[in-house]
């Protein structure tokens, strides 16, 4: 992702704050060389906590992620809806038009 794709007050923090953008990008880098799970689950699986916490910023952010590695339209909003039974109806409705926003732009 381009720092163009990135959100603005993301870019805002980043600058004013470029040791901690940093130690968050290096956790982040960490937190997936920890494990076997890679790519597109990874970001699946990112997406759908983002939606958890209900935060729009991070859907969208995830949204565009999960789609660059190789997530299509179907896969992306199927792990939203798996989400259902345990954050909730109105919630899943909520991130899944956050998940539109990106994927309509296409």
Excluded: C, Y
Aim: no cysteine.
């Amino acid at each position: 992702m381009s720092q163009k794709e990135l959100p603005r007050k993301f870019q805002f923090v980043s600058q004013k704050h470029p040791e901690i953008a940093k130690a968050v990008e290096e956790l982040g880098k960490a937190a997936k060389q920890a494990g076997p799970i890679e790519g597109k689950n990874a970001q699946l699986i990112q997406l759908a906590a983002a939606a958890s916490i209900r935060s729009e910023g991070a859907v969208h952010s995830h949204t565009r992620r999960a789609r660059d590695a190789g997530a299509n339209r179907e896969e992306i909003h199927h792990a939203i809806l798996l989400l259902t039974s345990t954050i909730g109806f109105p919630t899943v409705v909520a991130a899944l038009s956050w998940v539109d926003d990106v994927l309509d732009q296409d």
